[in-house]
């Protein structure tokens, strides 16, 4: 089955920089790589996510891109501001026309702006 | 328009017990997923309902079981409760023939 590989497990970095994170999946028939963004206690919201046809998708200060050569995607978040901090979670999926079944997650990164 | 919503929030049971937690798909989403998040991990897939079926199931035992109803809410039932079984219980729903899985809350289960 799949399996998806997330680091770092843990990001600091100061307000106004940028963040990458970086996953790598198994499955070379994984179609969709979404991102999402968990706070304390709240369920994981999608933040943005990417079909591989395309390799590369940005929503105002955020980014993903795919490679689907190296079987790897990354998300990157510019000018980040401290309600960024919380835990990110990249995930795979093999979805057909259908739609998607299981998504595979990564184990999280925990992401902290520093003021 | 409404999310998906999950109850209860929170629930303690004891070892060997059955719980059952209980989901509303957002408006218009007809299929539901759940997701088992243990401490400091990633969501890891159970199953998926589609039509009141299963469609699709995670590497879950048979003591793990599910429902939708004709509104495309869903039940999660665990019988026989194991202390490995203290995760956060995700609920997870899309609409047929889109990829995006939208989470509501999570239940948060404890077992002593």
């Known amino acids: 089955g799949e399996n998806v590989e997330q680091h770092p497990s843990t990001l600091s970095v100061q307000e106004g920089d940028s963040a990458v994170i970086k996953c790598t999946y198994s499955d070379s028939a994984s179609n969709y790589f979404p991102w999402y963004k968990q706070e304390l206690g709240k369920g994981p919201q999608l933040i943005i996510d990417?079909?591989?046809?395309?390799g590369e998708k940005k929503d105002q200060r955020i980014a993903v891109t795919l490679n689907k050569t190296a079987k790897h995607f990354s998300l990157h978040i510019t000018e980040t501001q401290p309600e960024d901090s919380a835990v990110y979670f990249c995930?795979?999926?093999?979805?057909?026309?259908?739609?998607?079944?299981?998504?595979?997650f990564g184990t999280g990164t925990r992401l902290t702006i520093i003021p | 328009e409404t999310g998906v919503t999950q109850s209860p929030t929170h629930l303690i049971k004891t070892r060997g017990q059955q719980v059952t937690l209980r989901c509303s798909s957002q408006s218009g989403h007809n299929t539901v997923s759940w997701y088992q998040q243990a401490l400091g991990q990633g969501p890891q897939f159970i199953f998926q309902?589609?039509?009141?079926?299963?469609?699709g199931r995670g590497n879950f035992p048979p003591r793990f079981s599910g429902l939708q109803f004709p509104n495309y809410s869903s039940e999660l039932n665990v019988n026989a409760l194991e202390l490995d079984d203290s995760a956060l219980y995700l609920c997870?729903?899309?609409?047929?023939?889109?990829?995006?899985?939208?989470f509501g809350p999570g239940t948060r289960l404890t077992v002593t």
């Open positions: 990417i079909r591989s046809n395309v």
């Open positions: 997870a729903s899309s609409p047929r023939f889109h990829y995006e899985q939208y």
């Open positions: 995930a795979a999926s093999r979805s057909s026309n259908f739609g998607n079944e299981k998504l595979t």
């Open positions: 309902y589609y039509r009141e079926e299963e469609n």
